[in-house]
């Protein structure tokens, strides 16, 4: 699957977050930004699809390098998947998302992601 093909997925998450959750859990680390992801359950129910339509949709964002899953612990982007998730959010939901996080830290954000130059 490319990556066009999760950004229906990815679009969901956004809207949860910014939406319905009004909260962006931000992670750092050696290995990038990560940012958390709705759960499986919460993405199924926003959707109004059954919830086991969901589970193949995650395994294929796993596998494509998107997203890690960790038993207990939750859902979150890989640095490709935040970088791929940070630019959606600039291109559909940028009022939004600078409401939510403010200008500066949106901006800085997708840079240190990679999604915006500079």
């Known amino acids: 699957?490319?990556?066009?093909?999760h950004d229906d997925i990815i679009d969901a998450a956004i809207r949860i977050l910014?939406?319905?959750?009004?909260?962006?859990?931000?992670g750092f680390s050696p290995d990038g930004?990560?940012?958390?992801?709705?759960?499986?359950?919460?993405l199924a129910e926003f959707l109004g699809i059954p919830h086991y339509y969901v589970l193949p949709r995650f395994g294929?964002?796993?596998?494509?390098?998107?997203i890690r899953r960790v038993e207990r612990v939750g859902i979150s982007t890989?640095?490709?998947?935040?970088?791929?998730?940070?630019?959606i959010m600039a291109e559909r939901y940028?009022?939004?998302?600078?409401?939510?996080?403010?200008?500066?830290?949106?901006?800085?954000l997708r840079r240190k992601a990679g999604s915006l130059p500079g």
């Open 1 to 5: 699957m490319t990556r066009d093909e």
């Open 18 to 26: 910014l939406e319905v959750d009004r909260c962006i859990t931000v």
């Open 33 to 42: 930004i990560s940012i958390r992801f709705p759960t499986t359950r919460k």
């Open 60 to 66: 294929e964002m796993e596998r494509d390098g998107l």
């Open 78 to 87: 890989t640095a490709a998947g935040t970088e791929r998730l940070l630019s």
């Open 94 to 108: 940028s009022e939004r998302a600078e409401d939510l996080l403010g200008r500066d830290i949106f901006a800085v």
